[in-house]
């Protein structure tokens, strides 16, 4: 899929401002560079394991859109695409519409504007990423100017139908990206889908980390603020280490509130709360620090300076990213054969345990009898 972001630190802040303004921030945070065979071939044939057959990923027909707004964080509500007559593209490219092919994304005159559609066109017009056709410029336009609130769930779910329907065996097909998404919320994806998902989620953060702005407390992602709240979502490993660290550091204590009972915690002391989260730091720099390494080895090794740019040339170039992907596939595999010999050596090891147990039963019961009178 053709989704280009800026490498200029500045215009891709700019960006982010906008795709959480506009309400599909999400859809920035995603790697749309990752995509199955295998995903697309079980939609087509309907083979599907059987481990997933009562899920989501067996059950399209229950892909609404709801799910794709829960996907995609996407707020319900809003409009779906706007019509003809809500145009408000005049002045806006340089180039007059096209009766079949609507605009050249690259002829809109805003350069901000320009960026945006440069990222979303290829996402809902997959299949003509250059060009804009006038109700999609317009809806994406109103919404960038915050004079529609668009349902974007609603529309992604059209988009997805309507690949679904077209894809065919043997033949390309763009619905790869949003299965990868959809089965990776739904924590619905093989190993082997788990590690290619991480290594190219990885590869989306490096590129967008040094761009993305600091934060405080009032300028939270709301969505951070519904994930920390919501229970039944599982807590990533950044939050399991910040609670591991908030239980070891911390004491529960009971205080009467206005005539009830309030449960909180006390501090035992500043200086062990302020050594665990030294700990916490340091153990994330030496995980980070490991990933890096790992992507420079997939991408010949490059200085820590020039890390993020050889990544951002390398998954833009089918064929690197052809080259890194069989890379990734190889490192899975001899995860697989490392874990796989290291069952059996645990097999092997549980089954001489046990025929050493069975001796020593054995000769405890030889001795037993030796011992009784009468018997040799």
Known sequence: MHVVTPTDREESNELEADMRRMGCLRLWEKSWRVRSEDMMKELVTGEVNRVYVFTIRGRPERWNTELWSSVYGFKQGGEGMATKREDCTTDKFSSRLDPKYGYFVKDCKDERERRMLVFLVPIFSP??????????????????????????????GELVHKLATNTKRGQPSYIGFFLF??????????DEEETQWTSHQFMRELQI??????????????EDLVELSNEERPATKKQKLMLGNRAMRTGSATKPVEGETSTFTLEDNPVDAIICDLEGVRSRIVEYELQMRQVGELVGNPSRESLIAAVQEAIQDPRRLR?????VDHLTAEKRKATECVRKLEAEREKLLK???DTTLTVQNVSDAVDIEGNV
């Open 127 to 156: 299949e003509k990423p250059y060009n804009i056709i006038l109700t999609l410029a317009t809806t994406l336009l109103l919404a960038y100017s915050e004079k529609k609130v668009v349902d974007w769930g609603s529309i992604i």
């Open 209 to 222: 980390t040094d761009s993305e702005p600091e934060m405080d407390h009032e300028g939270l992602k709301e």
């Open 323 to 327: 080259e890194l992907e069989r890379k």
């Open 181 to 190: 998404h959809l089965y990776a919320h739904g924590n619905l994806l093989t």
């Open 355 to 357: 025929q050493v147990k």
